[in-house]
Structures are given as structure tokens and as C-alpha cells.
């Protein structure tokens, strides 16, 4: 994958309960696994940085990142 390129990340995400619950409920609490999509922005040893829009001029801007840390990863693949 290279930057630019259109992905779907699936990854693990902390979750919390908030409530008063029992133990039982509290140790059954799982991780989320999110889906996300959008463009490759960076791919480190470490985390892999997804944006949700690109400016299409010689500027380049781009809009609402999201990094993920590599080891939160379940799945990643391009869309075509």
C-alpha cells in the first residue's frame, strides 16, 4: 500500500463501562473492533494514519486525521 491509497482498517479500541455493575459484568468487558476507512496517509513501524478528505490543488491540504497504533490492528486492506 502506498500513500493515497484508499483503505478499511479493522482495529481494536479500549472501551470503558461507566456503571455501577457487577465484577462478572466489568471482566466480560471486550475491546470494540472499529472499522474505519479513508486515505493512506502514513504507514510507520508504528501506527498508520488515515485522512478523511484530500484538497485537490498544488496545496495539498487535508482534513480530519486519525492515527491508529499498528498493534490495534486486526485487518487492513485497499479498496479499489
Known amino acids: 500500500m502506498t500513500p493515497g491509497d484508499l483503505v478499511e482498517i479493522h482495529w ?3 472501551t470503558t463501562l461507566d456503571n455501577w455493575g457487577s465484577l462478572a459484568d466489568h471482566r466480560e468487558q471486550e475491546m470494540a473492533v472499529i472499522k474505519s476507512a479513508g486515505y493512506l496517509l502514513l504507514m510507520t513501524k508504528d501506527v498508520i494514519k488515515l485522512v478523511q478528505s484530500v484538497q485537490q490543488d498544488p496545496a ?3 482534513c480530519a486525521s486519525l492515527t491508529i497504533p ?3 490492528i486486526v485487518t487492513m486492506r485497499r479498496k479499489r
Open 12 to 14: 481494536r479500541d479500549a
Open 60 to 62: 495539498g491540504e487535508v
Open 70 to 72: 499498528r498493534g490495534c
